[in-house]
């Protein structure tokens, strides 16, 4: 198990070797991570448009006007620019933010030093897939500036809404042309990046790293990345077939007897579009777990770290890791109950949306008994974790509504089922992101983060996404929609306003309390107080190296390891914590 | 440590809202409505108790266990434990599950009554139509080519066909109360979505499909009939009414909409 020499590689003296084509998976990752950053801040700004126009829905602003001199002609939004940037806010936030930054950012930096290695198993892939990413996002951007602008059909893009082309609608052009071509690209890359994982974590583990001796977060980036291989695969393939149908006049998707926008659709017979939705959702149910099992294994690890305990039920924790990436890929279907499939399968699906709903509970389980008589030291990264588990709980506990056909019937394509994944997919996964960023910017950056900023970002960031994204479980049991641009066409929708009006001011206070972020990631950069190698006394092996770590992570010394991952407090050992390469045996025996 | 009361004072917050109810369903006017709430209700009621006790606990651990210069307790788990809420989740989760099979049974397994009344639906981007089959009892042909939007007719009705001569066709949904409803739903371009919050049920319409729903409606009143699936811009006012008369005014409006004619 001892890395061999193939994956180093010297390092670069050129800038351009060194900062942009670098094979060094540090580097890479914090291309990720960058590339991230800037995606959030693009798909943040645009749910604050969207949260201003579904409130304000006859206002004008000059500057809109001049950024959408067509689609927001005079200054007003029109519902076709609200669509578009509700179906970029998905796409850019679900791929560009969620799926890159967990797995590509951390996952690419910490993975090979977690197990003992000196890089990825495949620098030059590792790099390809980076900037084939970057490709990736260029290409989505872009449909913003095509003739009829950005796609309207949502993340989700169900044809044929989708597949017919622009009588479907404004967007419906080049802008979902590109859209497709982007995800495909995109498809390509996560491709690249989960063989380049799965390669690494089973050939490049160091002497003495056995799988149950590996780091939680390890398990979740190698379980991620199996997601990512088998869930992308298909989505790729769905984008071809999608690709076809709109340009090569296929009928995958399509079926005959359509008439759109007064045209009768001739050409088109026999495709289905229930197809498309069990492709998507066959990769789209795994891709929530691609986003949100990096986060339990950073709040695993941080968790151990502050309150200076072993992570209670390892074990059990690994196998709900396991289980929680098998039975991902038995769950699309409740997706679908009111797709028209066949109802008999919604119930095969529903009782394997429970059953997946059980490693999910263990898992909170075991954080708290991690806990559970510790010390715990509340430092702003600790803070996110304890955050990621309080609204990985109430995020997880609607899905019990969700996951039941019968209650559905009312739910589904309702507000309730927005507010369910922005808690759990989008903001849980992000307090994991957040929670990673205090914990090893001192590692990545070799400069600790200012605390006193931290925990105001923690607080106020807190309880901005509680006031935001309560309230639409709310709205969505009196029944309110998704999607709609504005809610003055519906009679019932009214008293709701007051409602939406309270989570736009929210989302403003949230959106601006992310600035005291920004300033301290920059400011700590440059000024901030030197990193020592092991700030948090804690026992993994990216922690035994300087920070930042040197070119082949463990300057040329092969690491060898001897203890489990998460040996804290154990008694009769001098101090609290035996990092996993302290060869001192423990007092207890291993 | 400011976390554990933040923590509890947003659970005490959130539970406040589902227990005042002051955004909530409108009321049902089926059975299947009532059925629907109480297990609405059933499950509220266990997510309740567990995110209580889930977000309490936290809470707790946080401000009981803060650092004060002492030792952590060392413990690697417990399988007992393990074992224990393993299963305490499983049964909690899959019973929910089991008690609301009957719900969905009633809508999707059971097929509508015999003496149903039948009546089609066309969506289209961004409008809702009813068609009904006239005192024939059957549907008349349709052709696409015969559309004509502008007179009202999405569906194409072909005049040659008899059994058409006496369809109706009207832009909202007019139902008799207490009678079994039958829709035979079609989309003509892109997914709509039938929705009707007050019978807790709703339907997806794909073109190229034909899917049937199907219910009684017991309270006498007009309810708004939303389009729920993503369709195109014009979704957000894609809303029709139905309306749900006394089987005398229902027949009435039947003969004074063939009168119309």
Known sequence: MSAPSHAAHQAPKSFIWKYVFSLDHKVIGIQYYLLGLFSVLVGMSLSLLMRFHMVNPTASLAWIGKLWPTAAAGGVMTPELYLSLMTMHGTIMVFFVLTTVPQGGFGNYFLPIQIGAED??????????????????????????????????????????????????????????????????????????????????????????????????????????????????????????????????????????????DHIIANHKGGSPLLWQHLFWFFGHPEVYIAILPGMGVTSQLLATFARKPVFGYKAMVYAILSIGFLGFLVWGHHMFMSGMNPYSAMAFATLTMCIGVPSAIKTFNWIGTLWGGQIHF????????????LFVTGGVSGIFLGQPALDLYFHDTYFVVGHFHMIMGVAAIFGMFAGTFFWFPKMFGKMLNETLGKIHFYCTFIGVYCIFTPMHLVGIAGNPRRYADFTNV??????????????????????????FLINLVWSWIKGPKAPANP??????????????????????????????????????????????????????? | MLLAPIIWVLTIGIVYFFVAKTW??????????????????????????????????????????????????????????????????????????????????????????????????????????????????????????????????????????????????????????????????????????????????????VPGMEIPIHFV????????????????????????????????????WKLQTAANK
């Open chain 1, 379 to 390: 430092t702003t990264a600790m803070l996110f974790a304890l955050g990621f588990v309080s």
């Open chain 2, 24 to 205: 909530w369903f409108p009321p049902p006017i089926n059975q299947h409505g009532l059925d629907y709430d109480a297990q609405f209700m059933r499950t509220l009621i266990v997510v309740g108790i567990v995110f209580t006790l889930a977000q309490f606990a936290l809470g707790y651990v946080i401000a009981k266990y803060r650092k004060n210069g002492g030792k952590a307790s060392f413990s690697h788990g417990n399988n007992k434990l393990e074992t224990l809420w393993t299963s305490a989740t499983a049964i909690l989760f899959l019973g929910l599950v089991v008690m609301g099979t009957k719900i969905w049974a009633g809508v999707h397994f059971d097929e509508a009554p015999p003496d149903a009344i039948p009546i089609e639906v066309m969506a289209k981007q961004f409008s809702w139509s009813f068609r009904y089959p006239g005192p024939d009892g059957k549907f008349g042909h349709t052709d696409l080519h015969l559309v004509n939007d502008a007179n009202g007719d999405p569906f194409g009705l072909d005049p040659k066909d008899p059994a058409g001569k006496d369809d109706l066709l009207s832009g909202s949904l007019k139902v008799p109360v207490g009678k079994p409803i039958k829709l035979i739903m079609h989309a003509r371009d892109v997914i709509h979505n039938f929705f009707v919050p007050e019978l807790r049920m709703k339907q997806d319409i």
């Open chain 1, 120 to 261: 990825m198993a495949f620098p030059v892939l590792n790099m390809m897939s980076f900037w084939t990413t970057f490709l990736a996002l260029v290409v989505m951007i872009s449909a913003f500036f095509v003739q009829g602008g950005a796609p309207l059909a949502g993340w989700t893009g169900y044809p044929p809404l989708s597949g017919a082309g622009p009588l479907t609608g404004p967007g419906e052009g080049a802008g979902q042309t590109l859209w497709i071509i982007s995800i495909a690209i995109f498809c390509g890359a996560s491709l690249m990046g989960a063989i380049n994982f799965i390669a690494t974590t089973v050939d490049l583990r160091c002497k003495g790293m056995t799988l149950m001796r590996m780091p939680l977060t390890c398990w979740t980036w190698l379980v991620t990345a199996i997601l990512g291989l088998l869930g992308f695969a298909v989505l790729l393939a769905a984008g071809v077939l999608l690709i076809l149908d709109r340009h090569a006049g296929t009928s995958f998707f399509l079926p005959g007897g359509m008439m759109i926008n």
């Open chain 1, 491 to 516: 009679e019932y929708l009214a008293k709701l306003i007051p409602v939406h009006q309270f989570m736009t001011y929210a989302a403003y206070f949230t959106a601006s309390v992310q600035v005291i």
């Open chain 2, 217 to 252: 409606a017991d309270k006498i009143g007009i309810y708004e009939v939303p389009c729920s699936e993503l369709c195109g811009l014009g979704h957000f006012q894609m809303r029709t009414t139905m309306q749900v008369m006394s089987e005398a005014d229902f027949e009435q």
């Open chain 1, 536 to 590: 948090w006394n804690c026992t993994t092996l990216e922690w035994s190296v300087p920070s930042p770590p040197p070119h082949d992570n463990f300057g040329g010394v092969h690491p060898v390891v001897y203890h489990g991952a998460y040996e804290y407090s154990v008694p009769g050992a001098a101090e609290d914590f035996i990092m996993q390469n302290d060869p001192t045996p423990l007092p207890s025996g291993d």
